[in-house]
């Protein structure tokens, strides 16, 4: 209940926003680069994945505005694991295990952009994302031995989201962006009383705005 009223009142805050100013909507889609970095995350690998949704430019003057986006995200990592197999023919055989933790999150960037040219705009602003489910496949060799799909519970991840903007058209943009996490993902496993680790997303994307 009190995520949803964060949200609603974020987006009250933009509709009042709205009234007042000029504004264009846009599309995005592009691709992921993520991982999870601090305590218990040894041996962790970037795992790719995408991103589509939309965004709204609401002009504030000429240098600046403030772009409000909701697009859904596929995050996560990949680590491997070798088991030894005893082999009763002969010497033990190490089996490698993959897991793929795949982490599908409603995104909610809040940025502010400031024009150092008419094509060339540094972006940065907070990001929320609720947490849709998680899909967590386990692969032996080219086998997927296991797949689990379980609630997220639209529980809430946030950050700092900075990157640029660069016009390839009128309507064409090229978005690079780092996402930051700073919520602690282990803030409620009472196995991990103590230890903290991130979300960590290098993300690119294409836009296309509709004047």
């Known amino acids: 209940m009190k995520k949803q009223s964060t949200l609603i009142i974020l987006l009250l805050a933009v509709v009042q926003l709205i009234q007042a100013q000029e504004f264009k909507f846009g599309l995005k889609a592009g691709a ?22 939309g965004f709204m430019v609401i002009e504030v003057d000429d240098n600046f505005y403030f772009q409000p986006e909701v697009f859904y995200s596929s995050q996560g990592v990949i680590f491997d694991t070798d088991l030894p197999n005893t082999n009763p023919d002969g010497p033990a055989l190490a089996t490698d295990i993959r897991t793929n933790i795949q982490n599908n999150f409603l995104a909610v960037p809040l940025i502010i952009g400031f024009r150092f040219n008419r094509k060339l705009t540094l972006e940065a602003g907070p ?28 529980k809430l991840d946030y950050g700092l989201a900075a990157g640029v903007s660069y016009k390839l058209t009128a309507n064409l943009l090229l ?37």
């Open 127 to 154: 990001q929320f994302g609720f947490l849709l489910n998680q899909v967590v496949k386990v692969k032996e060799a080219d086998d997927i031995t296991d797949k689990l799909k379980s609630s997220g519970d639209f």
């Open 175 to 211: 978005q690079p962006r780092v996402y930051l996490g700073i919520a602690n993902n282990l803030r409620d496993d009472p196995f991990s009383v103590g230890a903290e680790n991130r979300n960590l997303s290098f993300q690119l994307a294409v836009g296309y705005t509709f004047n």
């Open 32 to 53: 992921n680069a993520s991982t999870i970095y601090g305590d218990f995350t040894e041996g962790y690998q970037p795992r790719i994945g995408f991103q589509l949704g």
